[in-house]
Nanobody
Framework: VQLQASGGDLVQAGGSLRLSCVGSGFTLDYHAFGWFRQAPGKEREWVSCINMNGDETHYQDSVKGRFTISRDNAKNTVYLQMNSLKPEDTAVYFC?????????????????????WGQGTQVTVSS
């Protein structure tokens, strides 16, 4: 089982990036996914999550209206479209898959709820 995250880059403030997370060794269809990020010297924080069907998404307040999470189960891929990037978005971004489900939205905000993790991709936003 492997998750491969990619798409990180150096961009100017106001720019856009699309991160991809490709799964191998398992089928993504039955898992909720999350994107997290970790800036230097800070804890890993939840950014966004999407349910199995892709019809329910949630976002951290600081990225609402700028980031969009989506999934293409046929391609075994989850995306994070990031627009209007700000310097404070600079971090290593991680995708993660959850094996268990919960009716609680907050369940998916915690790193401990996820079982498979990608290796991270660096996003750097210059001012």
């Amino acid at each position: 089982v492997q998750l491969q995250a990619s798409g990180g880059d150096l961009v100017q403030a106001g720019g856009s990036l699309r991160l991809s997370c490709v799964g191998s060794g398992f089928t993504l269809d039955y898992h909720a996914f999350g994107w997290f990020r970790q800036a230097p010297g800070k804890e890993r924080e939840w950014v966004s999550c999407i349910n199995m069907n892709g019809d329910e998404t949630h976002y951290q307040d600081s990225v609402k209206g700028r980031f969009t999470i989506s999934r293409d189960n046929a391609k075994n891929t989850v995306y994070l479209q990031m627009n209007s990037l700000k310097p404070e978005d600079t971090a290593v971004y991680f995708c993660a898959a959850a094996l268990r489900t919960s009716d609680s939205r907050a369940y998916y905000y915690s790193t401990s709820s996820y079982d498979y993790w990608g290796q991270g991709t660096q996003v750097t936003v210059s001012s």
